[in-house]
């Protein structure tokens, strides 16, 4: 069954620390995005990958950066978090490059979120 | 911009009626448009995509959706509620000018009363 694995379903950090939040999949999917889900504002997108060690700034990416070492692995980093930054983060994955000029739709795999207060 | 409008943050049902979810694109040019379903404490999963195969699209647990063009819209329909429906739907747009982009709308929490 294809799986988005994300480390940590829910966590509590300080203003100022800096936090990690992982992501698997076990798919071999090229793409792998991270998003944030707000209240009211749906899913806004921080960053994406579509290769190993390649990524792409999305709608929100302050505060935020990203490292793929690995095909399978999408970190997503807060170098020193804040209350702001407080939210759901979502990660996903897939297997077409997300394109209307493509015969194939892209469909996202997602995980189960991440829950991160920010104290 | 493209953008998605899901018009209604909450829609309230009962059991049996019929379940129908607003969704509006802005685009010149017809995309591809998704729905997505979010169940209490889980990730999305996709609950149908429309790809210009045909303008009525149907999904999983009964859902379907009809593109419009005309309408800019791509409503959400199932003919008889569930209590199992109860989630949060999210529409999505991948525009024909975007290479990397999935725009989501804001999203509609679906309840089902008994």
């Known amino acids: 069954d294809v799986k988005v694995t994300q480390s940590s379903r829910y966590l509590v950090k300080r203003t100022g620390e800096k936090v990690f939040l992982e992501c698997v999949q076990d798919?071999?999917?090229?793409?792998m995005f991270w998003y944030r889900q707000d209240p009211g504002l749906g899913l806004r997108l921080i960053y994406f990958?579509?290769?190993?060690?390649?990524?792409e700034k999305g709608d929100i990416p302050e505060g935020y950066s990203v490292s793929r070492e690995k095909k399978e692995r999408f970190s997503l980093i807060l170098e020193s978090a804040s209350t702001n930054q407080t939210s759901m983060y979502l990660c996903?994955?897939?297997?077409?490059?997300?394109?209307?000029?493509?015969?194939?739709?892209?469909?996202?795999?997602f995980g189960a979120g991440s829950r991160l207060t920010v104290l | 911009a493209q953008s998605v409008t899901q018009l209604g943050s909450h829609v309230s049902v009962s059991e049996g009626a019929l379940v129908l979810l607003r969704c509006n694109y802005s685009?010149?040019?017809?995309?591809?448009l998704f729905w997505y379903v979010q169940y209490p404490n889980q990730g999305l999963q996709l609950l149908l995509k429309?790809?210009?195969?045909?303008?009525l699209v149907k999904g999983i647990n009964g859902f379907e959706a009809e593109f419009k063009k005309s309408e800019t819209s791509f409503h959400l329909t199932k003919p008889s509620a569930h209590m199992s429906d109860a989630a949060e739907y999210f529409c999505?747009?991948?525009?024909?000018?975007?290479?990397?982009?999935?725009?989501f709308g804001s999203g509609t929490r679906l309840s089902i009363r008994p």
């Open positions: 996903a994955s897939s297997s077409v490059v997300p394109s209307g000029g493509q015969a194939g739709a892209n469909v996202l795999t």
């Open positions: 798919m071999d999917h090229e793409n």
């Open positions: 990958s579509y290769d190993v060690k390649m990524k």
């Open positions: 685009s010149s040019v017809p995309p591809y």
């Open positions: 429309y790809t210009s195969a045909a303008t």
């Open positions: 999505a747009v991948i525009p024909w000018s975007s290479a990397s982009k999935i725009i």
